[in-house]
């Protein structure tokens, strides 16, 4: 099926062309020209008319011309060029010839490209629903994703399709999960493993509760106290001869009773200060009966790390605690040279509010970690996806290390802007398709798909709790309730001989 023809003057990137009828944004065409067939992307349409030009001030002749008849109707369009189908795809080095046809590609060249060795099913074409949109895991896996959306626009069913599809590989997944979505999750390619977020003050550094309590880097007499409190309290924990189950709680009586000393030094006050002060904030983080959190990880499982009940500084410590020791613990494997180990240590992170976690005008030790492990861990068997619904306020480093996107409807331009700046494959024709985005569908590109793509992702066939709330049906059934509720205590008196 001829789309519509070549004109004007064309390059390596793009051409335009003009159509006798209305293509799709979105479609996959090939142009063939020089012995090759060349594969593009219907990525900017416009309909016009040469009569009916924006320059016609006079709301009467334009009515008189428009019911004259549309024979000067036009439809335009631009075709990015996405490589050659006989050679991997790979950018053609002469360009199209103007006159040249455009045709529809056809289902079976279609389905041979979305073909991969390890497929990850996101759903179909939003124009072929014939055609399945399979991507790569591998490169998801070790070259990190963005899913980014407006509220509303089916993020939690796309990430959750992507981790029951990931499931399916048995790929230990871990959720950072900051509003208790996938606690209860039901997936059926595997289980959900619910981690508490407690940390066992005996697998962290100095430097690590060091930054907790805020003692500066300046203040050497008191970080000499601290690290001694810090190691006694270790210690103490260690060896069982403690009931205090606060450890910071512990660290400040350690404090104490050296500060009863008449020639302590007043900087074991101020100390004690700063612990008392962090308290309360960080009371509920510690347990030093708990295991060491990677080694509650479950591989074929969907590990998840329920932050709901915690406020954003406990989560940012947990963050940056976790990705820590995970990329320490890999390089350690990595350099002692056993590749397995590095293999059985590789886990993919999910983190979703990924713009509280990894602020883009604040900076915290989880964005420190997220940045690092977005730069790193790519080579040590560390995954990392950063999920949002306000892209504009994620930090641009760790987003611009997302060599692949999922990006499904954003209508405020700078969220766009800046997804954009992150993304050297994201043209500005396919920037301007995203407010016009149903639910559910989504841009799709990076190194995990050989060609951008306008997927309708699927539903999700398992149970989260991430839909939105119904409001209006909850109160209208109570207000029922009540009246059911009054009229059967009605009934009863009645029958209890009292009259109304």
């Not at 766009?416 to 494959?425: I, K, L, N, Y």
Request: proline residues 3%; contains cysteine; aromatic residues 6%.
């Amino acid at each position: 099926m001829v789309v519509g023809i070549c004109v004007g003057e064309t390059n390596l990137n793009e051409v335009t062309f003009i159509s006798n009828e209305m293509p799709q944004v979105g479609q996959y065409v090939t142009i063939e020209y020089d012995g090759k067939k060349v594969l593009g992307m219907v990525e900017n349409l416009v309909r016009g008319n040469d009569a009916l030009n924006v320059d016609i001030n006079d709301f009467k002749a334009i009515q008189k011309i428009s019911r004259i008849g549309v024979e000067d109707n036009y439809i335009r369009g631009k075709v990015k060029i996405l490589g050659d189908v006989n050679d991997d795809l790979r950018i053609p080095r002469t360009p199209v010839l103007p006159g040249t046809e455009i045709n529809l590609a056809d289902a079976d060249m279609l389905n041979e490209i979305f073909n991969v060795k390890n497929p990850i099913r996101l759903g179909t074409l939003v124009n072929q629903n014939e055609v399945e949109v399979n991507v790569d895991a591998n490169p998801i896996l070790s070259r990190h994703m963005a899913i980014l959306a407006m509220t509303g626009a089916g993020k939690s069913n796309t990430v959750s399709v992507l981790i029951d599809q990931l499931l399916s590989y048995n790929v230990p997944v871990f959720v950072f999960d900051m509003h208790g979505e996938y606690k209860g999750a039901e997936f059926p390619n595997g289980n959900v493993n619910v981690i508490r977020p407690k940390i066992n003050p005996t697998y962290m550094s100095f430097l690590e509760i060091k930054k907790l309590v805020n003692i500066p880097a300046n203040a050497y007499l008191q970080e000499r106290y601290f690290r001694k409190a810090f190691r006694e309290a270790k210690k103490q924990v260690e060896d069982g001869t403690t009931q205090e189950k606060n450890f910071l709680q512990l660290m400040y009586n350690i404090l104490e009773v050296e500060s009863l000393d008449e020639e302590s030094d007043k900087r074991i006050v101020d100390v004690m200060n700063k612990i008392d002060d962090s308290m309360d904030k960080y009371s509920n983080l510690f347990d030093q009966y708990t295991g060491n959190i990677l080694s509650s990880i479950k591989k074929a499982h969907v590990n998840v790390l329920d932050l709901s009940q915690v406020d954003e500084y406990v989560a940012s410590v947990l963050v940056s605690h976790i990705l820590r020791n995970s990329l320490n613990r890999s390089k350690k494997a990595a350099h002692s040279g056993n590749r397995d180990e590095l293999l059985e240590n590789s886990v993919f992170y999910i983190l979703e509010e990924a713009h509280i976690l990894a602020p883009n005008k604040r900076d915290s030790d989880s964005k420190r970690w997220i940045q690092r492990v977005a730069r790193e861990g790519r080579k040590f068997g560390l995954g990392l996806c950063l999920v949002s619904q306000s892209p504009k306020t994620v930090d641009h480093d760790a987003l611009s290390q997302m060599n692949n996107m999922i990006i499904l409807r954003l209508v405020e331009p700078e969220d766009q802007r800046h997804v954009q700046s992150a993304s050297e494959s994201l043209s500005q024709d396919l920037i301007n398709q995203l407010p016009s985005l149903n639910v559910g569908e989504a841009i799709v590109l990076g190194l995990m798909s050989k060609v951008p793509t306008l997927v309708k992702i699927d539903k999700f066939q398992g149970r989260t709790h991430g839909d939105d709330m119904d409001i209006v049906s909850f109160f209208k059934d109570s207000l029922k309730k009540e009246v059911e509720e009054i009229e059967r205590q009605e009934d009863e008196l009645m029958d209890m001989g009292y009259d109304y």
